[in-house]
């Protein structure tokens, strides 16, 4: 998506392990409980940026620990956000409403939210998507984020 727009990218990355089944556990179980983590940077610099998006991945229909944190330990005041999230399932409108309502606690004006699902099922089976399809499908959307942006001028 950076690349796409021609736009910086800084990546926000939770300082706990969340690789393997001890990670995945450790993740699902602090999206349960809507718990913060430790992130670098902790307080990245947004001022020289009116939009951002914000990309996550979904946890038991909960943006990411890191994401979490990020929205409630910095302020996002007169910056418009999008939201992009990808999840193995789509999620529901309840669930995107309440990372709606963290992006605006936060300061921020939303301008959109988009969600890929990174799997999809062929013949009863949830199968993962192959990489260069996510990339596409993600890369569709693109277009329509660059419209929502320039209708929130």
């Known amino acids: 998506i950076?690349?796409?727009?021609?736009a910086d990218l800084v990546e926000?990355?939770?300082?706990?392990?969340?690789s393997g089944g001890w990670g995945f556990f450790t993740g699902a179980?602090?999206?349960?409980?809507?718990?913060?983590?430790d992130i670098t940077p902790d307080h990245p610099d947004c001022a020289p940026y009116?939009?951002?998006?914000?990309?996550?991945?979904?946890?038991?229909?909960?943006?990411?620990?890191a994401t979490r944190t990020l929205l409630a330990t910095n302020r996002f005041d007169g910056k418009k956000v999008a939201l992009f999230t990808t999840t193995n399932a789509l999620e529901s409108e309840s669930s995107r409403e309440k990372?709606?309502?963290?992006?605006?606690?936060?300061?921020?004006?939303?301008?959109?939210?988009?969600?890929l699902a990174v799997r999809e099922k062929i013949d009863g089976k949830k199968i993962?998507?192959?990489?260069?399809?996510?990339?596409?499908?993600t890369l569709a959307l693109v277009p329509d984020m660059k419209a929502a942006f320039d209708r929130a001028r």
């Open 2 to 6: 950076a690349r796409a727009l021609s």
């Open 12 to 18: 926000i990355q939770d300082s706990a392990d969340r």
């Open 29 to 37: 179980v602090n999206a349960m409980f809507s718990l913060q983590t």
């Open 50 to 65: 009116v939009r951002i998006i914000i990309a996550s991945t979904i946890w038991a229909c909960k943006l990411s620990a």
């Open 99 to 115: 990372s709606r309502v963290a992006v605006t606690a936060s300061g921020a004006s939303m301008v959109g939210y988009w969600q």
């Open 128 to 137: 993962e998507k192959p990489p260069e399809r996510i990339v596409k499908e």
